[in-house]
């Protein structure tokens, strides 16, 4: 399967952003999604996930009660809605892909996941 993630920008504090992951040559209702993001220097983190069996999503304890993980079976598209954005936001966004669509064991390690986006920039202004 082939991920393209988009919707990043340069925002605000305070300010919301909905970033998509759209999905071809496979499913992705027979993966398991997350969203990671990285910044310079660090080590990618996990941000949010879901199983569309459910479904049941996972957060980040940084993220919880302002991001919000979803997906379209019918558009085959994930999303990741982001609100209150903060300053230690900013990082670029990557939409992963395993194979595993229960839950994975290691779901918050990247390198669990097969299938990744190319990455798409969120900038939160202060």
């Known amino acids: 399967v082939q991920l393209q993630a988009s919707g990043g920008g340069l925002v605000q504090t305070g300010d919301s952003l909905r970033l998509s992951c759209a999905g071809s040559?496979?499913?992705?209702?027979?993966?398991?999604m997350s969203w990671f993001r990285q910044v310079p220097g660090k080590e990618r983190e996990f941000v949010a996930g879901?199983?569309?069996?459910?479904?049941?999503?996972y957060y980040t304890e940084s993220v919880k009660g302002r991001f919000a993980i979803s997906g379209n079976a019918s558009t085959d598209t994930v999303y990741l809605r982001m609100d209150s954005l903060k300053p230690e936001d900013t990082a670029v966004y990557y939409c992963?892909?395993?194979?595993?669509?229960?839950?994975?064991?290691?779901?918050?390690?990247?390198?669990?996941?097969?299938?990744w986006g190319q990455g798409t920039q969120v900038t939160v202004s202060s």
């Open positions: 040559g496979g499913t992705l209702s027979h993966y398991f």
């Open positions: 992963a892909a395993d194979k595993n669509r229960w839950l994975p064991a290691r779901y918050r390690s990247r390198s669990e996941y097969q299938y």
């Open positions: 879901m199983s569309w069996i459910g479904p049941r999503t």
